[in-house]
């Protein structure tokens, strides 16, 4: 079974601050982990992704998130928040076992203040 | 290289009648899912298919829901009759391979209400 947990349905931050969203899986074999943006009105779109090797992970439009198997989290970040970052947020877990199936998180969704 | 197209973008139906989705999925991607997604939720697997075949269906209501995919390459998604509850977004979304390592790419989905 896998399952994840995204802490913070709504997470609010000042333009040019740090961005954190977190994520915690729950997984029993070595998991795959997503991050997707979904922008209003939009389907979701891949921000990064781990399978194995280096555990930070870059992704598209300065985000980045790491795996860290002791903590068994996937928490992401960006340095400095746009106003264009607005969306919510998915995180996802698969593994090799499952053919394809991924489990969403609920989502966060990410408010940038001017 | 064109998307993943689902139409009709929006739909409002009462309860009790029926209602149909169409994907089109990007080409030459072998795997096809559909998705339901409740208002303040992530998106829940209805059904995925891997070319014409129904790999994964464990949490399709049967009773109610069909997917087919001929050809393997476009899907429609049928609800019949619809209830309140099935008010959401269906996203449709293809992968090339269907490895769990794959990404999937997403639709815009289709907004239901069921009055």
């Known amino acids: 079974a896998q399952s994840v947990t995204q802490l913070g349905s709504h997470v609010s931050v000042s333009e040019g601050a740090l961005v954190l969203l977190r994520c915690n899986y729950s997984?029993?074999?070595?998991?795959?982990l997503f991050w997707y943006v979904q922008y209003p009105n939009q389907g979701l779109q891949l921000l990064l992704k781990?399978?194995?090797?280096?555990?930070l992970v870059k992704g598209i439009n300065g985000f980045e998130a790491e795996f860290k198997k002791s903590e068994t989290s996937f928490h992401l970040t960006k340095p400095s928040a746009h106003m264009s970052d607005a969306a919510e947020y998915f995180c996802?877990?698969?593994?090799?076992?499952?053919?394809?199936?991924?489990?969403f998180g609920d989502g966060t969704t990410l408010t940038v203040k001017p | 290289e064109a998307g993943v197209a689902q139409s009709p973008r929006y739909k409002i139906i009462e309860k009790r009648q029926s209602v149909a989705f169409w994907c089109n999925p990007i080409?030459?991607?072998?795997?096809l899912y559909w998705y339901q997604q409740i208002l303040g939720q992530g998106p829940k697997l209805l059904i995925q298919?891997?070319?014409?075949?129904?790999?994964?269906d464990s949490q399709l209501p049967k009773d109610r829901f069909s997917a087919e995919r001929l050809k393997g390459v476009d899907s429609t998604l049928k609800i019949q009759p619809a209830k309140l509850e099935d008010s959401a977004v269906y996203l449709c979304?293809?992968?090339?391979?269907?490895?769990?390592?794959?990404?999937?790419?997403f639709g815009p989905g289709t907004r239901l209400t069921v009055l």
């Open positions: 979304a293809s992968s090339f391979t269907g490895t769990s390592s794959d990404e999937q790419f």
């Open positions: 997984s029993s074999v070595p998991p795959y």
């Open positions: 781990y399978t194995t090797g280096a555990t």
């Open positions: 996802a877990v698969s593994h090799y076992t499952n053919a394809g199936k991924s489990t």
């Open positions: 080409s030459g991607h072998a795997t």
């Open positions: 298919f891997q070319n014409n075949g129904v790999v994964d």
